[in-house]
């Protein structure tokens, strides 16, 4: 049984950071693209970056390039996201997700991804 966890949520004031992880069991990370993706009341779950499994190879969108990172730890099983320079438009919630595909052509879609986490709420102050 597949299972994501997100946690690393809170508040956080504007220009600070938070890092944000994904512990993942019954899946290898080295076999899924893993994916971040952010969700505002009122907006569509929107992209936000993308590891690959099999080069780790990654890339973010807009939005978040320069400031936020995205790594994976093979031994424990765990994708982070490092965000700094922390922007109220930043706030959502945080989900992680697996895709089992080969190459990142399709990363950006949420329907690519075939596992999702509960998500983790992020809080930006202004």
């Known amino acids: 049984q597949v299972q994501l966890v997100e946690s690393g949520g809170g508040l956080v004031q504007a220009g600070g950071s938070l890092r944000l992880s994904c512990a993942a069991s019954g899946l290898s990370l080295s076999r899924y693209n893993m994916g971040w993706f952010r969700q505002a009341p009122g907006k569509e779950r929107e992209f936000v970056a993308v590891?690959?499994?099999?080069?780790?190879?990654?890339f973010y969108s807009d939005s978040v390039k320069g400031r936020f990172t995205i790594s994976r730890d093979n031994a424990k099983n765990t994708v982070y996201l490092e965000m700094n320079s922390l922007k109220p438009e930043d706030a959502a919630v945080y989900y992680c997700?697996?895709?089992?595909?080969?190459?990142?052509?399709?990363?950006?879609?949420?329907?690519?991804?075939?596992?999702w986490g509960q998500g983790t709420q992020v809080t930006v102050s202004s």
């Open positions: 997700a697996a895709d089992p595909s080969l190459g990142l052509r399709r990363a950006t879609i949420p329907a690519t991804y075939n596992y």
């Open positions: 590891i690959s499994g099999s080069s780790g190879s990654h």
